[in-house]
């Protein structure tokens, strides 16, 4: 992830190692056994328990310069289940390079 991303081609490979963390500007809802540090923990509108985005949109447990999960041991189960390669996982790397 600490590489700069490009454009997507046919041939580019779908790999955490050229994206810059698309999947952590998603909302991400704690569950119950989920136990990240408490300064990454934010309350929604609807008093649930999400991960904390700073201003610039991604998730506070990323690392602005590397653009690595900080908490990878502790990240949340939704975190766990995000596949790589699959199609939400597309659909957001599209999204973010589209708009830069
Ligand atoms: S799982 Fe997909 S969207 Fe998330 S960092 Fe890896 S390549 Fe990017
Ligand atoms: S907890 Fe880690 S993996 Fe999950 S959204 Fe935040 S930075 Fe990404």
């Not at 390669?85 to 830069?100: D, I, N, P, V």
């Amino acid at each position: 992830m600490s590489t700069p991303a490009g454009p997507l081609t046919a041939a580019a490979a779908i790999t955490c190692a050229t994206c810059r963390a698309c999947c952590c500007r998603l909302e991400v809802i704690l569950m119950g056994e989920d136990d990240p540090p408490a300064e990454f923990v934010a309350t929604d509108q609807w008093g649930g328990q999400v991960m904390k985005r700073l201003d610039d949109g991604w998730c506070a447990a990323v690392d602005r310069v590397t653009m690595l999960c900080r908490i990878y041991e502790r990240r949340p189960g939704v975190c766990r289940e995000f596949a790589v390669g699959e199609s939400e996982c597309l659909t957001e790397r599209m999204a973010l390079h589209s708009s830069t």
